[in-house]
């Protein structure tokens, strides 16, 4: 089984060279920290920065220097500040391209929950909307259960969507898998000690194994 | 060039009364107009409709506002780090438009640049798209957005002129030079007023025609919600 960190870590994994990337708050933050180094990538912050930096050192801590989570970050040499207009733009226009976000449900369709629970939280969807309305490639990372033990990967979301069809890749604590655009979660991966019959156990929705599935390296 | 220069937050905010739909610049508590937002409170006019991303946190920014029961309604996109906020919304004392932060951005653009209404893929399928209009684009569905304009726009700045040119700094740029451009009267409070002629105009953000009333800020506190810091 994965902790938050294997999560970020086996993401990482699918980053490639050259892409500019939307993280989102939680897990996703956490995946910056283990991107290969000699890869060239691009980090966008939707409040109005392409180019994220490591957190400040104490002395170099700005209020003007602030990720979508509201932390105090630095800017990579080479950045570009822009207003949130202009940031949406590039998202909707299809120029970002790998967004990590989290969910607290995903459809067998792709469709995905993540910023509302009627009568309990009502933060919100910030720019989750617009990100996975737009986005050329989402992998969400998330728990494949609820702490009572409630598949999060499901038939049909049970609470408020945020968008349609837009998950491609799920890694969860149990296992990488895509959702196919003709429905249904395919196996890819299982997380280190975690059986095939556990991942059956934990999904709801449609899952589809097509033979051997090689645990995943970290 | 005209002079927009007026003396504070006081009088930039003089005709401003009850029911007043207003937008407030920031993301978080970075790029707020905390003089403007003091003045607010001061002034203790009710009945307020509050265009901004975020409503602040229970004791600074929009949060002093909600505090006070000035604020009628919230259109934002995300309002947690607030729970004077949440509970005024669970308990229906507060209105709150809550909209997708691009689809937020875009609606006062348009406000500020005469488009009535846009097509945009987000929230299309989920309860955002309640109620309007949807139409297929080369095979994908989008939804109809209308513009959003504002009676005062209130603006943070880093740098300002007498001439109401901005510049703004980091991410504090956010949603201030959208909402500039979209309000009746806007007004802009910079940490540092120049004298005409001081500001590069390469590198203006936000033109003067925009800007009706400027003023020479104070007391900036520029509180961090989330300090996270790398140990050396």
Known sequence: MLDKIGIAKRIAQEVRDGMYINLGIGIPTLVANYIPADLNVVLQSENGLLGIGPFPTEDKVDPDLINAGKQTITMMPGSALFNSAESFAMIRGGHVDLTILGAMEVSERGDIANWKVPGKMVKGMGGAMDLVASAKHIIVAMQHCSKDGASKLLKECSLPITGIRCVKKIVSDLAVLDVLPVGGFKLLERAPGVSVEQIKNATAGRLIIEGDVKEMSI | ?232
């Open chain 2, 1 to 232: 060039m005209i002079n927009k220069v007026v003396k504070d937050a006081d009088e930039a905010l003089r005709d401003m009364s009850d029911n007043a739909v207003l937008m407030l610049g920031g993301f978080g508590l970075s790029g707020i107009p905390e003089n403007c937002i003091s003045a607010i409170l001061k002034k203790g006019v009710k009945g307020l409709t509050c265009i901004s991303n975020n409503a602040g946190v229970d004791d600074f920014g929009i949060g002093l506002l909600l505090k006070t029961r000035q604020v009628k309604k919230m259109i934002s996109s995300y309002v947690g780090e607030n729970a004077e906020f949440e509970r005024q919304l669970l308990s229906g004392e507060l209105e709150v438009e809550l909209i997708p932060q691009g689809t937020l951005a875009e609606r006062v653009r348009a406000g500020g640049a005469g488009i009535p209404a846009f097509f945009t893929p987000a929230g299309y399928g989920t309860e955002v798209a309640l109620g309007k209009e949807t139409r297929e684009f080369d095979g994908k569905m989008y939804l109809m957005e209308r513009w959003l304009r504002a009676d005062y726009s209130i603006v943070k700045a880093w740098k300002g002129d007498t001439a109401g040119n901005l510049v703004y700094r980091g991410t504090a740029r956010n949603f201030n030079p959208m909402m500039a451009a979209a309000g009746k009267i806007t007004v802009a409070e910079v940490e540092e007023l120049v004298p005409l002629g001081e500001l590069d105009p390469n590198n203006i953000h936000t033109p003067g025609i925009y800007v009706q009333r400027i003023f020479q800020g104070k007391d900036y506190e520029k509180r961090i919600e989330q300090r996270t810091i790398t140990k050396i």
